[in-house]
C-alpha cells in the first residue's frame, strides 16, 4: 500500500471518531446513527486503519532513546526513620517518592527495575 496516496488529515479524522465510538459504549450502528454517519463508511474505515496499524513495524534500536542507569549509593548509616530524610526522586516522568521507613534494598530494587 503506497503512502504518497494517503490522506493523513482524514486518516486521523476518522480514529477519532472510531475512537469515540469506542468511548461511547454505543454499538456502531447506534453510533453512525446518532452522529449522522454511514455505517459502511465507518465500517471501510475502521478496518482499513485497524489493517494499518497491525502493519506497523516496531521502531528501529537506532531509533530508540536509550537513557543510561545511574546507580544509586546509600549511606549505611543513612536515618530512614527520620520523615526529614523522605525524598523524591524524578527521572525523566518517572516520579519515586521514598517514604521514611523504606529500606535501602527496597529503593535498589526499585531503581534497579527502572533501569531494566
Not at 11 to 24: A, C, F, G, P, V
Not at 84 to 91: H, L, S, T, V
Amino acid at each position: 500500500m503506497a503512502t504518497s496516496n494517503r490522506d493523513l488529515t482524514k486518516e486521523k479524522y476518522w480514529q477519532e471518531i472510531i475512537e469515540r465510538q469506542k468511548q461511547s459504549g454505543k454499538n456502531q450502528t447506534q453510533f453512525c446513527r446518532d452522529e449522522g454517519l454511514a455505517d459502511d463508511k465507518f465500517s471501510y474505515w475502521k478496518k482499513v486503519l485497524s489493517k494499518r496499524y497491525k502493519e506497523k513495524k516496531p521502531i528501529p534500536a537506532s531509533d530508540k532513546i536509550t537513557i543510561p542507569f545511574v546507580p544509586l549509593n546509600i549511606q549505611d548509616n543513612f536515618d530512614f526513620t527520620n520523615k526529614q530524610n523522605a525524598e523524591q526522586i524524578e527521572i525523566c516522568k518517572i516520579i519515586l517518592r521514598i517514604s521514611a521507613n523504606t529500606d535501602k534494598t527496597t529503593i535498589a530494587s526499585i531503581l534497579q527495575s527502572l533501569g531494566a
